[in-house]
């Protein structure tokens, strides 16, 4: 949600990017919300009940990944971080977030500091050498970026997974037109007032944007399986990255 007359954006900046600041900051970078937030009741409300459904979802296709290393590209609310962790112990869980609040409260939920690598990075343009995952998840990410954001983070995925490694997206399926909360003008107002971005991600091939910026690096992607919650108003999709040509 924008709230240009206020401009409280600014005090959040702190070396996120401006986008990230001036809609997001009242659900990620204010403590007050970061404390709020991240409660299950909360969490599960905003997705409209599905929160454990998604999660489990994703854990289960985790199983049958290549989970050699494994990146968790910023933090989320609620139980996927440590679940993650629980998941592929005693190998770490990377994590990566541009925003320091996210990473701390990431933080507080491991057992230990051997078992999360946690580093600040912009998701756009990471730190790490190519071909340093077998496994990269994304859980509500990229609806909540621009456009040219979204592509940045598609081909850095492209990027740090290596050939034969999996890229697991939690995210809005494609328009939903048939949903009531879409038909429902209000609703369909509200959802798109709190995510600005959602409209122009909804029209968005993922796995088309994923190859048009693997040719970079040598890579193609091709789903594995793509799994539909809330009447096709979420996926859950398994994205196979191999080398172009196999």
């Not at 977030?97 to 990473?103: H, I, K, N, R, S």
């Not at 609703?187 to 048009?212: A, C, H, M, Q």
Request: charged share 20%; hydrophobic share 45%; proline share 6%.
């Amino acid at each position: 949600m924008k709230f240009p007359s206020l401009n409280l954006y600014r005090h959040f900046l702190d070396g996120v990017p401006v986008y990230l600041a001036r809609h997001y900051w009242w659900a990620y970078l204010w403590p007050v919300a970061v404390w709020f937030f991240d409660h299950q009741p909360v969490i599960n409300a905003i997705l409209f009940g599905q929160y454990r459904n998604l999660m489990r979802a994703t854990m289960a296709k985790l199983q049958i990944a290549a989970n050699e290393r494994v990146l968790q590209l910023t933090s989320v609310y609620g139980e996927l971080t440590p679940k993650l962790i629980e998941a592929l112990s005693p190998a770490p869980l990377h994590i990566t977030d541009v925003a320091g609040v996210q990473l701390e409260l990431a933080k507080s939920k491991a057992p230990d500091d051997n078992v999360l690598l946690a580093t600040r990075m912009n998701a756009e343009q990471l730190a790490y050498s190519d071909n340093s995952f077998s496994t990269v998840v994304l859980f509500f990410l990229l609806h909540e970026m621009p456009k040219e954001a979204r592509a940045n983070v598609l081909s850095e995925c492209m990027r740090v997974i290596t050939a034969g490694g999996i890229l697991l997206v939690t995210e809005y399926a494609p328009l939903p037109t048939k949903h009531i909360l879409y038909r429902f003008p209000p609703s369909r107002w509200l959802i798109t007032k709190l995510e600005p971005f959602l409209d122009g991600f909804w029209y968005d091939d993922i796995v088309s944007l994923l190859n048009l910026y693997g040719k970079n690096h040598g890579k193609k992607a091709t789903i594995n399986s793509d799994e539909r919650f809330f009447a096709d108003f979420y996926r859950v999709i398994e994205i196979r990255i191999a080398p172009i040509g196999a």
